[in-house]
């Protein structure tokens, strides 16, 4: 049985990973900004990790240590397929270059790829949590 203050926080990272799938959507309808969406779909997938984490009570101090905790705990151990992997750690290098290189620019195509990928890997870790825990998604992540 997993302890309530765990299933509490685990429900909290999945609801702000949904919250920033709906701020990608909107910031993407409206052109309003393509290195927006990125942001906002990375961090979809960021909070997800840090759910399934939390769900087995790892806890990281970094965005590179929860992405290297994901990939060893879940990733090599054959929980998630590969590409789910590959996803994020694309989806953090487009962030950190867009949102800390003042020359990169974000097109409509890489905020809508990576929209897409963020949703399917949010999608994948909720079906993962939902099986461990009394967890239901508020709001659907389907693009």
Do not use: W
Not at 100 to 108: A, D, G, K, L, N
């Amino acid at each position: 049985m997993i302890p309530e203050d765990i299933n509490l926080l685990v429900k909290y990272r999945m609801e702000q990973s949904r919250a920033s799938i709906g701020d990608a959507r909107i910031l993407l309808e409206n052109s309003a900004s393509f290195f927006g969406t990125v942001n906002r779909s990375y961090y979809a997938m960021f909070y997800a990790v840090l759910a399934i984490l939390q769900l087995h009570e790892l806890v990281p101090k970094k965005h590179t240590g929860a992405i290297s905790l994901f990939d060893s705990e879940f990733v090599l151990k054959g929980t998630f397929q590969k590409e789910l992997s590959k996803d994020l750690h694309r989806a953090f290098d487009l962030r950190q270059s867009s949102d800390y290189q003042v020359t990169q620019t974000v097109s409509r195509e890489e905020a809508i790829d990576i929209l897409d990928k963020a949703v399917l890997f949010v999608n994948a870790v909720e079906d993962y949590i939902k099986a461990r825990l009394c967890y239901r998604s508020e709001k659907g992540a389907s693009p």
